[in-house]
């Protein structure tokens, strides 16, 4: 049996890999852990690809279209494709029928595939569902544009600063990146030549994102 789970100490998925040996034999248990963590209360697109290599599997994790396994990823085949049952949102293993670990969320999609999709396979299909968003603006300090250090941040404080290109000399910074949540705000905070923080430098109590057409 396979299950997909999320550490809550560290916001990392995880996956686990039960191998059952035959009637009364031994079970081994692999696990998989991603490489990154998620940031709560925004939608994410969580892709798990199962790839055959001989007598053993090769299994990925991609978060919002981006490999995120740990390295840790080739178990023993056993069983994991086989006509047990095949539960969404909970995990469901014993005799009894009995459910475990019921997600805490939502799931807006679900969607299964005969093949193995491939890492190009992966971020284009999260690029044709994610939509595209651009925050722009221009920084300042004393009249002078400004912008050596932009950090861009969501509501949930999570920085999305190695998304940002800017430019010194004019002030001016460009933010594009996808996402699944429209109802996120943003705000920014500029560091100029002296180290000194600004935040919101360009005179707004939140940024309105635009939606890249």
Not at 9 to 23: D, E, L, M, V, W
Not at 149 to 176: C, H, P, Q, W
Not at 180 to 185: F, K
């Amino acid at each position: 049996e396979m299950y997909l789970n999320v550490k809550e100490s560290s916001g990392r998925f995880y996956i686990q890999y039960a191998n059952y040996h035959g009637a009364g034999g031994s079970t081994s248990v692999d696990t998989l852990n991603s490489n990154q963590s998620y940031v709560e209360n925004e939608w994410h697109y969580i892709t798990l690809t199962v790839a055959e290599q001989g007598s053993n599997i090769e299994v990925h994790i991609y978060l919002d279209g981006v490999d995120v396994s740990d390295g840790n990823n080739v178990f023993l085949k056993g069983n994991v494709i086989s006509g047990s049952t095949f539960n969404i949102g909970n995990l469901n293993y014993d005799t009894d029928s009995k459910s475990f670990y019921h997600l805490n969320g939502s799931i807006d999609e679900f969607m299964f595939f005969n093949h193995v999709l491939t890492p190009t396979d992966v971020n284009n299909l999260y690029e044709t569902l994610a939509t595209e968003y651009q925050i722009t603006g221009t920084v300042t300090k004393d009249g002078e544009p400004n912008a050596n250090e932009v950090m861009i941040y969501n509501r949930t404080t999570a920085k999305l600063e190695d998304k940002v290109t800017s430019n010194a000399s004019t002030g001016e910074f460009d933010l594009r990146w996808r996402e699944y949540d429209p109802s996120q705000e943003y705000f920014v905070i500029a560091i100029d030549d002296d180290g000194v923080p600004h935040l919101d430098p360009i005179g707004h109590d939140r940024i309105t994102k635009t939606e890249v057409t």
